[in-house]
Every structure is written in structure tokens, then in C-alpha cells.
């Protein structure tokens, strides 16, 4: 009998040394594979550093220049409107930059980015015609016919110079957490959601000249001669030609300064899946993110413009007008300054899609990238006039990776 129960109490010593020794093993394995994981989690870098630029198709509307001359509708037809060379630049190039920081064992990341561009344009156009002298054939007390020419002394034209230049700056103070893991089946996702503050500056610049003579022409017109000929058979009693070249010469000038200068909340969404490779000998990944945010902050406009219109009136043989003798037609407006000041609330949504080339510490990432602020700019002359801003076009970055 207590043999029996030694074998038992053998057996139950056994199965407990089995099972302390099973339990064992697997509590070595989870602590060998946690202290595996962290150091693997250790071998990522703590510090991102991006550098990179972008190509940007700007949307930067204001008010077209477009002054009213009494004798406007004179212009000739043919002459392209000077409002189509006022537009102020199409395209800018970004500079940006980003610094990321993830603590050790932590899911948790923290950045600042900064992103400054700048553009101008310049443009002179000089629409003229080139008429060719008149010439005037007359008798003199001699009989025979005689030609005297008379050179143009000025030409229809329209001459528009314009210079635009803008420039922007955009801040993002941002803390995200990486809720990625599993994203997509893959373990090795990001998808981090972050809130911070966005702070935006925008500038710009307009000064436009525009000059023109709408209507040069000659005038002349046959009177009846003053004097008969004393050579009836050479020369009748005829009429008596007189030129003479009338013109108006019209001025504009505006100039314009706008900003808007604003800070905010802002909520982002970015997420980066590899789709093929390892990070040592080389992955490509797809990266997306979604940005809003909500800026308060203030509008500024200046405008100065000043549009004159004088008379040239014509003069030559038979006229009586003094060619120095130059009459105002026209001039405004009577207030030509405006200042406007205005607190507004500004909204702003963006996103971006690209890929991402990594070799352990080191990526190059390429991609399209856009943002709108609505209702950003007074780009009014005489009146208040909202305007967005917008930037969108491709980008190209470079991120080196510090602190493993």
C-alpha cells in the first residue's frame, strides 16, 4: 500500500516538475521575445529629419485692374485687353522641412515642420501700331503739283507693365499616437493621428502701369481755296487739304499690398503601408495623410490707384489749337486709398499621396501634396473681396534617421 502511494506521489512529483519546468520555458520565451521585440523597437530611430521641396500651382486670386476711360471703347480690337498680363504668378517653389521625435518603447510622436515659398512676376507688353506718313498733295503759286509729307506724330498703342510677388509661410507644432499596428494585416504599418497648433502668414504685392492712345489718327478735311489761280489752265479753283493729328493719352496706376496672418487648432491623419522589400535591403511603402485645421488671425489690404485721361487735340495748317496746349479729360477716382483691417476666421483642409523608399535609416519619398485656405486674403481694390489660397503640386523629400 505505500508502495503504491509512493509510486503516486513519484507520478504527481513528475507531472508538477513537468509542468514548473513547461512553465518555466514559456516564461523565458515571452521574456526572450519581449526583451527580442524591445530591442528591435530600440534599433528604430528615435529622430526623423526631413528635408524637401515642392513644385506648387498657386491660387491666388484678386481683383483685376480694369480702369474705365471715357474714350475706351476706341481701343482697337486687335489689341489683346491689358487685364490678361495683371495675373499675378502661377507657380512657386516650396522649401520645407520637418523634425520628428519618438521616445523609447513609446507610441507616441512629436514634430514641427516649417514650409516657406515665395514667387514673382514681372511682365512688360508693348501692343503698337506703326502708321506710315501722310502724304499731302497740294499746288503752289507755281504751277504743278507738289508733295509735302507729313510724319505721324504719335501711333495707337497699349502698353501694360505688372509686378506681382507673394510669399507664404506655414508652421505645425503637432504630438500624434501610432494607432497602426496590424494596419492593413501588416505589422510593420503606421497610422498616427496627431493634434496641434498651424500658424500661417500670407503676402503679397501688386504694382501695375498701364498707358495707351486708343484712337491716333489723321484728320484732315477739304475746304475751298482761299485764293484763285492765276493760271486758270493749270490750276482751277479747287479745295485746300488740312491735317492735322488728334489723340488721347490715357494713365492708370494701382498699387497693392495684402496679408493675412493667422493661428489654430489643427487635427491630422497620416499612414504609411509597405508593400514590398525589407528596411535592409530596401521597402517601398505607400504613404497618405488627411490636415484641417481652423485659423483665427487678421486680414490686411492697402490699395492706391489713380487712372487720368487727356486730350490731344489736333492741330496742323488751318487749325487753331496750340499743340502744347494739353486738356484734362478725365481723372479718378476721388478717393484713391483704401485701407481695410478685418479679424476673420479661416479654414483649411489638405492631403497628400506618395511612396517612400527605405534603406534602414535613410528614405526618399516622392509624392502630390495640397492645401486650401478659404476665404484667406482681401484681394479687393476699392472694396472688401474674399480670396483663397491654395497650393498643390508634387514634392520630393529626403529623411535621414538619428538616435538608434
Not at 521574456?31 to 526623423?48: C, F, G
Not at 484732315?220 to 490750276?235: A, D, E, G, Q, R
Not at 489723340?247 to 496679408?259: D, I, K, P
Not at 483642409?349 to 482681401?378: H, P
Amino acid at each position: 500500500m505505500s508502495e503504491l502511494i509512493q509510486k503516486n506521489d513519484n507520478r504527481a512529483t513528475i507531472r508538477w516538475k513537468l509542468l514548473t519546468g513547461a512553465s518555466a520555458l514559456a516564461l523565458t520565451a515571452y521574456v526572450s521575445s519581449t526583451a527580442l521585440a524591445r530591442a528591435e523597437d530600440t534599433n528604430q530611430p528615435q529622430i526623423w529629419i526631413e528635408l524637401g521641396g515642392q513644385l506648387n500651382r498657386l491660387q491666388d486670386g484678386q481683383e483685376t485692374f480694369a480702369p474705365v476711360f471715357p474714350n475706351s471703347p476706341s481701343r482697337p480690337s486687335y489689341f489683346d485687353p491689358s487685364q490678361k498680363f495683371e495675373k499675378p504668378p502661377l507657380f512657386s517653389i516650396d522649401e520645407d522641412g520637418k523634425i520628428s521625435f519618438q521616445p523609447d518603447n513609446s507610441d507616441w510622436v512629436f514634430s514641427a515642420a516649417i514650409r516657406y515659398g515665395r514667387s514673382s512676376s514681372k511682365r512688360h507688353v508693348h501692343q503698337q501700331t506703326y502708321p506710315k506718313s501722310f502724304f499731302d498733295y497740294f499746288y503752289s503759286s507755281i504751277p504743278g503739283l507738289h508733295r509735302k509729307e507729313l510724319p505721324p506724330e504719335a501711333a495707337r498703342f497699349a502698353d501694360t507693365r505688372a509686378q506681382n510677388s507673394e510669399r507664404h509661410l506655414i508652421l505645425d507644432f503637432q504630438a500624434g499616437k501610432d494607432v497602426g499596428l496590424g494596419l492593413f494585416g501588416s505589422t510593420d504599418a503606421t497610422s498616427v493621428v496627431s493634434v496641434g497648433v498651424r500658424f500661417a502668414q500670407f503676402r503679397s504685392k501688386s504694382t501695375i502701369t498701364l498707358k495707351s492712345d486708343p484712337d491716333w489718327h489723321f484728320n484732315y478735311t477739304y475746304l475751298p481755296s482761299l485764293v484763285t489761280s492765276p493760271f486758270p489752265s493749270f490750276m482751277p479753283t479747287s479745295s485746300k487739304l488740312l491735317i492735322g493729328q488728334g489723340y488721347h493719352s490715357n494713365a492708370a496706376t494701382l498699387r497693392a499690398q495684402r496679408s493675412f496672418r493667422g493661428v489654430g487648432p489643427s487635427l491630422s491623419w497620416s499612414a504609411s503601408v509597405p508593400i514590398a522589400g525589407n528596411t535592409q535591403d530596401g521597402a517601398i511603402d505607400v504613404d497618405w495623410g488627411l490636415n484641417a485645421a481652423l485659423l483665427f488671425g487678421k486680414q490686411k489690404t492697402k490699395t492706391h490707384h489713380q487712372t487720368t485721361g487727356r486730350s490731344h487735340p489736333p492741330y496742323g495748317y488751318g487749325y487753331e489749337e496750340d499743340p502744347h496746349n494739353l486738356y484734362l479729360t478725365y481723372q479718378g477716382p476721388a478717393h484713391p486709398d483704401h485701407t481695410r483691417m478685418r479679424n476673420v476666421t479661416v479654414p483649411n483642409v489638405g492631403g497628400s499621396i506618395g511612396l517612400t523608399w527605405r534603406v534602414e535609416d535613410f528614405k526618399v519619398n516622392f509624392g502630390y501634396k495640397a492645401d486650401f485656405f478659404f476665404n484667406a486674403i482681401d484681394g479687393g481694390i476699392d472694396a472688401r473681396k474674399n480670396e483663397n489660397r491654395a497650393f498643390y503640386g508634387p514634392y520630393a523629400s529626403i529623411s535621414i534617421g538619428l538616435g538608434d
